[in-house]
C-alpha cells in the first residue's frame, strides 16, 4: 500500500459563507481523503499577504489579499496516497470560467464565483504543500507525521470525528 502524502486544503471566505458549498465540499473531503488536522481562522491583510507573497505584482495580489482577509477560511491539511494531484483535479482549474467548459463537475465550475473567488487552495506541490502547512499548523510535526502517524492512518482503523472534522486513530 503506497504512503499516504499531505496537502493543505483552504476553503476560501464565501464558500464558508454558503452552507450548501460547505456542506458539498466537506462531504468531498471526509469522503475521498483522511482529514488530519482542521481548524477555523480569519486572516488578517498582513497574514494575508505573508502567505500569498510569491504572488507580490501580480495584477490580482490585491484583490486576492483583500477577500483572503474578508472572512472565515477552513484549513485542512488532507491525506492520500496521491492527495495534490487528487485535491488539484476535484477542484478544477484556478480559472472558474475555464473550468465551466473543460470541467462542468469540478468543485470551482459549481461553487466558484470568479478566478479569486474560485472556492478553495490547493498546494501544488510537496514541497509547497509542506511551507504552507507549517504556515498554518506551525506545530504540526512532518517527522512524527512521516514516522509515528502515517502507517497508523493508512492502515486503520480510524473513524472521523464530525465535531473536530478530521479522522482520529480508533484506539
Known amino acids: 500500500m503506497q504512503k499516504l502524502e499531505l496537502t493543505l486544503a483552504i476553503i476560501k471566505p464565501h464558500a464558508i459563507k454558503n452552507p450548501i458549498a460547505l456542506s458539498y465540499i466537506r462531504n468531498v473531503l ?6 488530519v488536522k482542521t481548524k477555523r481562522v480569519s486572516l488578517d491583510k498582513e497574514s494575508a499577504s505573508k502567505f500569498y507573497e510569491e504572488h507580490v505584482g501580480k495584477f490580482f495580489y490585491n484583490r486576492l489579499i483583500t477577500f483572503m482577509a474578508s472572512g472565515a477560511i477552513d484549513l485542512h491539511v488532507i491525506a492520500h496516497c496521491n492527495a495534490i494531484e487528487l485535491w488539484r483535479r476535484i477542484l478544477g482549474p484556478t480559472s472558474v470560467y475555464k473550468g465551466q467548459f473543460k470541467e462542468p463537475n469540478c468543485l470551482r465550475s459549481i461553487f466558484g464565483l470568479s478566478d479569486t473567488r474560485n472556492v478553495a487552495h490547493g498546494s501544488d506541490s510537496l514541497e509547497s504543500a509542506a511551507r504552507e502547512i507549517k504556515f498554518f499548523f506551525p506545530d504540526f510535526s512532518f517527522y512524527k507525521w512521516h ?16 465535531y473536530l472534522f478530521q479522522h482520529v486513530r480508533r484506539l
Open 147 to 162: 514516522n509515528d502517524d502515517e502507517e497508523l492512518y493508512r492502515k486503520g482503523p480510524i473513524i472521523f470525528n464530525n
Open 30 to 35: 471526509r469522503n475521498k481523503f483522511v482529514v
